[in-house]
């Protein structure tokens, strides 16, 4: 038939292929909402409640979903993974900013602040530069925020702040709470309680 191998055609957008944070549907109704399902869709969960899609830019802001059925045989996810981390860090140029909630906030092009979560050297810099754990929420797509633990008046705006970016978000992702451990070096949920 003369068409392109699975092999071929992936080389064509493998370094196109970015990690998409998402938090994990608890049923059927929530995988529908998200368009994909885990049994046609190459999904990595990375910390308690979250877990990345693979998305292929196609152009200006035009993604979609990578499915198994694109993805070579002996390509794992894991491999998925580290690809869409190494594509994402060398082509979204993020940038952390100070908010007026006390915390800072991380800015990319609308698309990938929430992405930034799956860069560990991101996280490994801020808690070796404030010298403490960050706080991070997460609760949009274009929307990353954190402050140092310690700073209880700065945690408890930014959750004010992420709350009512949540209500205002078409792309939300979560209300749930992470800690960045500067000794651990590892992003865990966060339970406050």
Known sequence: MGGKSKEAEFETYRLRIYPWVREIPEDEEGWRREGYSPEDTPLLSFVDGLMTVFVVHQGEDSYEILKDSMVPDGVSTEMLYQTACENLARDVEFVFSNTLFGGFGVIADGIHEASALCL??????????????????????????????????????????????????????????????????????????
């Open 120 to 193: 560990r050297h991101i996280w490994e810099t801020c808690t070796q530069k404030l010298e403490d754990d960050v706080l991070i929420l997460v609760p949009a797509r274009d929307m990353l925020l954190f402050a140092p633990q310690s700073d209880e008046r700065a945690v408890r705006s930014m959750i004010q702040f992420a709350e009512q970016g949540w209500m205002q978000s078409r792309y939300r992702v979560t209300k749930k709470q992470y800690r960045y451990s500067r000794e651990r070096k590892e992003l865990t949920i966060y339970e406050n309680n």
